[in-house]
């Protein structure tokens, strides 16, 4: 999971904790006195990430007149708060480049809360401590310099949301191998963790996978048709890189299920939104699964760059219920998913002990080739040797049979066969230039 530097956590926490007493359901817009804007409001509508960041960039895009490109993206560690930084062009000659940090906060019980603090690009970065400073201070928010705006330009009037029913009852669950933890409701249990991955079943067919990650071939990547050929690739899944983030997980999990053999279930994707530039968040109804019923799940898909080798890693934190509880359970999933801790030491301790145990691995199969191959090369430079000289005796035979000598010519540095008779006189001629060749000294190509 990515996470908001230590700084920006704080200044956050506070604001949002601060934001949560005001009563204006507008946005309110204020001038930091040093340079930039600051805007934020509450939206009670708004209770996860993914929607509440979408309404801030939705703002954003209608004051600033063009789409905001992503440039990062961070989560907060306690699994509420998301922060993007962006940068956006103003349509029109003359308009400096803004730079932009969108703020989001939300709770299954409360109104969400966003913010967005912008200035111009080129000083942004020593501007945007101080506009995080007076946005989690709340002081001088409500000044004279403040101007409410309509509600709708973040939260667009329509019906309000059902809250549902209030989430479940959790209980903070450890990993059995200590690298983190989870909330879960009654009747779940932890199966498998490791290195902060983790899956629990509910109720069947109640489940959840976070931190799964499945390795990726690009098909359209010259670099990944080595890792392409029979026998080497089946751990990966083919899925051209660049492929939306809705597609990149319905193939992820139909083709990570067939390579081991099992139905894929059918995958109906009633939402998806973009949280960042490689990231999404994906609602999709899914078929039976393992004889289990079908299941609604939300699932928060990562892709990562590619490596050198033209494979990549799909990241995916899913949790599904049964389809006739999903709507009921929504508050309950916000609060599993704000409840995934991680204890970064422990985690970090075993990737790198899983990394020198893949490393020894290489190692000794690499070290277990070179044996072979050194192995082979033995063998085949032994069945050459004896096909050189099984090939030195045929020509020799053939030239006692034909009356034919090799003989040597020192002044040319030559070899020539000649019949017998005439080899006989050159030796005899002149015995320093001429010599007799013997079958072990025959050339490959010249004398056989």
Same mark, same amino acid.
């Given at each position: ?10 200044? #956050?926490? @506070? ?13 309110? !817009? ?21 929607? @509440? ?7 954003? /895009?209608?004051? +600033?007149? @063009? ?29 400096? &480049?803004?730079?932009? %940090?969108? %703020? ?12 967005? %603090? ?9 501007? !945007? ?31 309000? &949301? ?31 963790? /490791? ?13 959840? /996978? ?26 990966? !899944? ?10 990149? +997980? ?5 083709? #990570? ?10 995958? &109906? ?51 599904? #219920? ?51 191959? @050194? ?18 005796? #045929? ?19 030559? /070899?020539?066969? !000649? ?30």
């Amino acid at each position: 999971m990515r996470l908001l530097p230590l700084t920006l956590i704080a200044g #956050f926490v @506070a604001w949002s904790q601060s934001a949560a007493a005001q009563s204006n359901t507008g946005i309110t !817009v204020l001038d930091n006195p040093g340079g930039g804007t600051i805007a934020y409001a509450q939206m009670p509508a708004q209770h996860t990430l993914p929607g @509440a960041m979408g309404k801030v960039l939705q703002y954003a /895009h209608r004051r +600033f007149g @063009a789409r905001p490109q992503i440039s990062r993206v961070m989560r907060g560690s306690d699994g509420s708060s998301l922060a993007v930084i962006f940068t956006v062009k103003p349509p029109g000659q003359g308009n400096p &480049e803004i730079a932009g %940090l969108a %703020l989001v906060a939300v709770s299954p019980s409360a109104a969400g809360k966003g913010a967005v %603090l912008t200035d111009q690009a080129d000083r942004f970065r020593s501007t !945007v401590g101080p506009m995080l400073k007076l946005l989690q201070s709340g002081a001088g928010l409500s000044g004279p310099k403040s101007s409410p705006a309509s509600a709708a330009a973040i939260a667009p009037a329509s019906a309000p &949301e059902s809250p549902g029913a209030p989430a479940a009852p959790l209980h903070q669950t450890p990993f059995p191998d200590g690298s983190g933890s989870i909330g879960l409701p009654d009747g779940w249990t932890i199966t498998g963790a /490791h290195a902060g991955e983790v899956t629990a079943q509910g109720p069947a067919p109640a489940a959840l /996978h976070f931190d799964w990650q499945i390795p990726a071939l690009d098909p359209n990547d010259p670099r990944s048709r080595g890792l392409m050929r029979p026998g080497t690739a089946a751990g990966f !899944v083919d899925i051209p890189y660049g492929t939306d983030a809705a597609t990149t +997980f319905r193939l992820a999990l139909t083709q #990570f299920l067939q390579k081991r053999g099992k139905a894929p279930p059918t995958i &109906e994707i009633v939402e998806s939104t973009q949280v960042g530039p490689k990231e999404a968040l994906v609602s999709a109804r899914m078929g039976a699964i393992d004889g289990h019923g079908p299941t609604t799940a939300l699932v928060d898909i990562g892709i990562g760059a590619p490596n050198n080798q033209g494979s990549y890693l799909i990241t995916l934190y899913i949790i599904s #219920f049964p389809q006739e509880l999903a709507q009921r359970s929504q508050a309950t999933v916000v609060a599993m998913l704000h409840s995934y801790k991680v204890n970064q030491d422990v985690q970090l301790a075993q990737i790198q002990a899983d990394a020198q145990r893949t490393q020894q691995m290489t190692a000794q199969t690499l070290a277990e080739m070179r044996r072979r191959q @050194a192995a082979s090369d033995q063998q085949f430079a032994a069945y050459q040797r004896r096909q050189d000289t099984q090939e030195r005796q #045929f020509q020799a035979f053939d030239n006692n049979l034909l009356d034919r000598t090799v003989i040597r010519d020192t002044d040319l540095n030559a /070899h020539g066969t !000649v019949s017998n008779d005439l080899a006989d006189a050159l030796v005899d001629a002149n015995p320093n230039r001429f010599q007799e060749v013997s079958p072990s000294e025959y050339v490959k190509g010249i004398d056989y």
